[in-house]
């Protein structure tokens, strides 16, 4: 599972090097990049081809629809879950963070 997991998210970041508009996709620089070997960079782009993610034209790698849809969803996924991993504090204090804004003046009596 967490292999699958990593496998996934550098699936992402494989997609997002190819998505850069300055970027000219080389597996070496991609591999340098992402602190992989070539063999698993050409994987990945074995997988995204046969997957239909991304296409081969004569100016390298071009994501298809269904890759900027994955890079879409996996920054919605990572929002969501980075919202809801908070802990009951976090929650807590977030709930009531700015309903008092001075705590000393519930224990002062104004009139002493």
Do not use: C
């Amino acid at each position: 599972m967490l292999e699958d997991d990593y496998m996934k998210n550098l699936f992402i970041e494989v997609l997002k090097l190819i998505k850069e508009p300055k970027y000219r996709f080389s597996i070496s620089d991609a591999s340098h990049k992402l602190n992989q070997s070539e063999q698993v960079i050409s994987k990945v782009l074995r997988n995204a081809l046969n997957d239909g993610y991304i296409v081969k034209s004569s100016y390298g790698y071009l994501l298809t629809n269904k890759g900027e849809k994955a890079i879409s969803n996996h920054r919605g996924n990572h929002l969501h879950g980075s919202i809801h991993s908070l802990s009951i504090l976090d929650l807590l204090r977030r709930r009531f963070e700015d309903k008092v804004h001075n705590l000393y003046s519930l224990y002062l009596d104004p009139m002493a």
